[in-house]
T-cell receptor, first 113, second 114 residues
């Protein structure tokens, strides 16, 4: 049974049109992460939530925002997608920050046209 | 800042042959180390992890990895590769205090010849 679910699996958006990606978890984990993975590259952490505490990576563009309305859900908002934002976006969760493994969703493949 | 190097971008092995994927990390203290596997168009699946204790760790699907502090390495091994093992493999390091804020290597693409 899927424990970290990302919707949709594939998303096509227009250049400059806001888009939201969704992640839900059934694990009741405290921490949720968003990673960006461009083609043939390693996943790169954008930000994470520890409970309601938002932690942005220093080099994450302002174009990327996130919301976590409750424990189960986390959203990635891209305010004005550019062609360079086309990537696989991976959501992950972990029970705590330390000494626990991260569980990844299947990812959302974002295409910008 | 921590970093991870996977020196082999592509590796091809024959089915039934042994496999070793290399991973070197850079970090000043004891890291948390992980190996993940990613099939095309899919998310990441954890193969194994090292936090402390025994330096030889066993994972799923018959994989194991050995943490060698003196070499700053965490190489992944499998004694006999199956065709279904073809995928991309990522080594990652999580730092103390950052927990699962993972830094990934650039990955090794494994091809298995039948």
């Amino acid at each position: 049974d899927a424990m970290v679910i990302q919707n949709p699996r594939y998303q096509v958006t227009q250049f400059g049109k806001p888009v939201t990606l969704s992640c839900s978890q059934t694990l009741n984990h405290n921490v949720m992460y968003w990673y960006q993975q461009k083609s043939s590259q390693a996943p790169k952490l954008l930000f994470h939530y520890y409970d309601k505490d938002f932690n942005n990576e220093a080099d994450t563009p302002d174009n990327f925002q996130s919301r976590r309305p409750n424990t189960s859900f986390c959203f990635l908002d891209i305010r004005s997608p550019g062609l360079g934002d086309a990537a696989m976006y991976l959501c992950a969760t972990s029970r705590e920050r330390l000494n626990t493994e991260a569980f990844f969703g299947q990812g959302t493949r974002l295409t910008v046209v | 800042a921590q970093s991870v190097t996977q020196p082999d971008i592509h590796i091809t092995v024959s089915e039934g042959a042994s496999l070793e994927l290399r991973c070197n990390y850079s970090y000043g203290a004891t890291p948390y180390l992980f190996w993940y596997v990613q099939s095309p168009g899919q998310g990441l699946q954890l193969l194994l992890k090292y936090f402390s204790g025994d330096t030889l760790v066993q994972g799923i699907k018959g994989f194991e990895a050995e943490f060698k502090r003196s070499q700053s390495s965490f190489n992944l091994r499998k004694p006999s590769v199956h065709w279904s093992d073809a995928a991309e493999y990522f080594c990652a390091v999580g730092v103390t205090g950052g927990g699962n804020k993972l830094t990934f290597g650039t990955g090794t693409q494994l091809k298995v010849e039948l």
